[in-house]
C-alpha cells in the first residue's frame, strides 16, 4: 500500500505501552464480571469490555492456528543490518490469522538501510519481472511513485531558476518568496516550476508565454492540488498522463522501496506487492539505530504482511484496478478497495497482534489514546482537511457524519485525510468489529469486496445487518469511550 503516508504518519500519533497480563481490567478490579459483547445489540451496553474482548479473540485465534509459512527468502543489502529478531515469528502470528491461504506460495523479504535502497531497488525489480513492476505502478498511481522519487535522492542544493534544469525530482525549494518544484512536465528532463494559484491562469515572464497547469499531485496533509507554470508553446501533461508512457516502458524500476532522506531513524519504510504467482514481496526498510519495541517501525515486517495479504485477495481474484487519472489527480483510492480509514486502521492490528505478551488494558492504551489525543488537533488545525469535510466540534454528531455510508465512495476513499483518520478513529471501529467477529475480519471484508461486493454488502454478509443499521451504536460507543477516557 501507500505505506510512505500511512507509516510517517502512524509515527506521530501510535505509541503502544505492553503491560502484563496479570494486571486486572478495571471492571474486574471492581468485582463485576465481564460480560463481552456479542452483537451490535448489546455493543453499548457491554462498552466497557470491547477492548478485552478484542484482546481475547486476537490472542485465540493465534494460539489456535495450525498454519505453516510457505516458503520465505530474505535477502539483506550489503550495508544492512537487521534489527528485529523475531521476524519469523511475527511473519507467522499474521499469516496464521489469515483464513485462506491457498493462494500464497512464498514470501520475498527485501531489507534494506539508506545505502542500500538502489542495492534493493535492483533486487525488488529483478525478483518481480517487468510484467508485475508495471502492474505495481499502475496501481500505485503517480502520487506515491513521485513520492517515494524523491525520497530516494538528495536534495538539489542549487539556486531555483524558472526553467532551468534539476536533479531531484519532486523536491520543494523555495527562493526568495517564490516556492519552486523540480518536475518533468512537457520537456524531456526535470526543471524548476514555480508554483502558481489557480489552473488555467495565463501569465508572461520574461518574454514567455506560460499557463498555470494542475499537477495531479497530493502531498501528505494537504488537501489541495499543487499547480505549477508550464509553457504554453509545448505540450502540457500531468504526472498522471505521464505515468502513462512510463507504464509501457520495460525499463521501469519497482517502486517498492524507498527511503526518505530526511528520516532521523534512518529508514522509517515499507511497502508490499502481491505477484500473479502468489509470491508476496515485502521491501522492509532499516533503521539507524534500534526502534523502541513500542514503536510501530519496529514491526514493519508484520505491517506489510498485513497490507500483502488482503490485496492477495485481489491478485487471485483478478479484481486489481489501476489508480486512474482522475483518481490519481485527487488522491483516490480505487473504488473496489476498502475505505482507507480501514486500510490504515487494520495496519495497526497488523502491528498490535504480534505483540502476544500484552494485555487487554495494554490494547485498550494503544488504540484509546491517538484518538483522545488527535481529533481535537485534527478539526483545530482542519489537518487532511478534515474540519471542512466533517465540520467541527468532534461530538456524537460528527461521529454519526463520518460514519454514514454515503461516503463509502468519496470522502472515505480520500488518502490523505482517512490516512490520518485510520491511525485515531479508523483503529477504534475496527476494534469493536474484531471483538464481534475476530482478527479475521480485517481480511474477511476486502476478500468480499475483490469478489465485487460493496463495503456496506461485505459488512452486511459478515455481520447480519446493514453499516447503516450499526452505526448509530458504533458510534455512540466510541464517544463515550471519548468522552470518558477509556
Same mark, same amino acid.
Given at each position: 500500500? #501507500? ?5 510517517? *504518519? ?18 474486574? #478490579? ?55 529478531? *523475531? ?151 500531468? @504526472? ?23 528520516? @532521523? ?62 483518481? /490519481? ?49 485534527f478539526l483545530k488545525t482542519n489537518r487532511a482537511n478534515i474540519a471542512k469535510e466533517f465540520g467541527k466540534p468532534f461530538n456524537l454528531a460528527w461521529l454519526n457524519n463520518f460514519l454514514d455510508i ?6 472515505? /476513499? ?46 452486511? #454478509? ?13 458510534? #455512540? ?10
Amino acid at each position: 500500500m #501507500r505505506k510512505f503516508i500511512s507509516v510517517l *504518519s502512524a509515527l506521530a500519533v501510535i505509541s503502544v505501552v505492553i503491560t502484563p497480563i496479570a494486571e486486572a481490567h478495571p471492571i474486574l #478490579r471492581s468485582g463485576l464480571a465481564a460480560k463481552f459483547p456479542t452483537s451490535f445489540e448489546n455493543l453499548y451496553q457491554n462498552r466497557h469490555a470491547v477492548a478485552s474482548a478484542t484482546w481475547t479473540q486476537i490472542t485465540s485465534a493465534i494460539h489456535s492456528s495450525q498454519k505453516e509459512l510457505p516458503p520465505v527468502h530474505a535477502f539483506q543489502g550489503p550495508n544492512t543490518t537487521k534489527i528485529d529478531k *523475531s521476524t519469523m515469528k511475527d511473519l507467522k502470528t499474521v499469516f496464521g490469522l489469515f483464513p485462506d491461504t491457498s493462494f500464497i506460495k512464498n514470501i520475498d523479504l527485501i531489507y534494506f538501510n539508506k545505502k542500500d535502497v538502489d542495492w534493493a531497488t535492483q533486487k525488488a525489480t529483478s525478483l518481480m519481472g517487468p510484467e508485475e513492476v508495471q502492474k505495481e505502478i499502475a496501481y500505485k498511481g503517480p502520487n506515491q511513485q513521485a513520492m517515494q522519487a524523491a525520497s530516494n535522492q538528495p536534495d538539489d542544493k542549487s539556486i531555483p531558476v524558472m526553467g532551468k534544469s534539476c536533479s531531484k525530482p519532486n523536491q520543494w525549494s523555495k527562493y526568495g518568496e517564490i516556492q519552486y518544484f523540480c518536475r518533468a512536465d512537457n520537456s524531456s528532463s526535470n526543471v524548476w516550476e514555480a508554483r502558481c494559484g489557480d489552473p488555467g491562469q495565463t501569465g508572461n515572464f520574461s518574454g514567455m508565454n506560460y499557463t498555470c497547469v494542475g499537477t495531479g499531485i497530493y502531498f501528505p496533509n494537504d488537501s489541495f492540488m499543487f499547480s505549477f507554470w508550464e509553457l504554453t508553446s509545448e505540450l502540457q501533461s500531468s @504526472p498522471a498522463q505521464n505515468s502513462k508512457t512510463q507504464q509501457g516502458s520495460s525499463s521501469q524500476a519497482s517502486p517498492l522501496i524507498f527511503c526518505p532522506m530526511d528520516d @532521523p531513524m534512518g529508514c522509517a519504510s515499507s511497502d508490499s506487492w502481491v505477484g500473479s504467482d502468489g509470491t508476496l514481496y515485502l521491501g522492509i526498510g532499516i533503521a539507524n539505530k534500534p526502534y523502541p519495541s513500542t514503536d510501530v517501525s519496529y514491526k514493519l515486517t508484520a505491517v506489510e504482511l498485513y497490507h500483502a495479504l488482503w490485496l492477495s485477495n485481489y491478485v487471485k481474484n483478478k479484481s486489481v484496478l489501476p489508480q486512474t487519472p482522475e483518481e /490519481a489527480s485527487k488522491n483516490l483510492n480505487q473504488p473496489n478497495l476498502p475505505p482507507y480509514w480501514f486500510i490504515s486502521g487494520g495496519e495497526t492490528y497488523g502491528y498490535l497482534m504480534t505483540q502476544t505478551a500484552g494485555s487487554s488494558q495494554s490494547l485498550e492504551k494503544a488504540i484509546g489514546s491517538p484518538l483522545l489525543d488527535a481529533m481535537d488537533y485534527f478539526l483545530k488545525t482542519n489537518r487532511a482537511n478534515i474540519a471542512k469535510e466533517f465540520g467541527k466540534p468532534f461530538n456524537l454528531a460528527w461521529l454519526n457524519n463520518f460514519l454514514d455510508i454515503k461516503n463509502s465512495n468519496t470522502t472515505w /476513499a480520500e488518502i490523505n485525510t482517512m490516512n490520518d483518520l485510520g491511525y485515531t478513529l479508523g483503529i477504534r471501529i475496527i476494534q469493536i468489529l474484531i471483538a464481534l467477529k475476530g482478527p479475521s475480519v480485517i481480511f474477511d471484508i476486502p476478500n468480499l469486496m475483490s469478489q465485487g461486493q460493496s463495503f456496506d454488502q461485505a459488512f452486511q #454478509r459478515i455481520f447480519g445487518l446493514s453499516w447503516t443499521a450499526a452505526k448509530p451504536e458504533i458510534a #455512540r460507543t466510541i464517544w463515550d469511550e471519548y468522552q470518558n477516557h477509556y
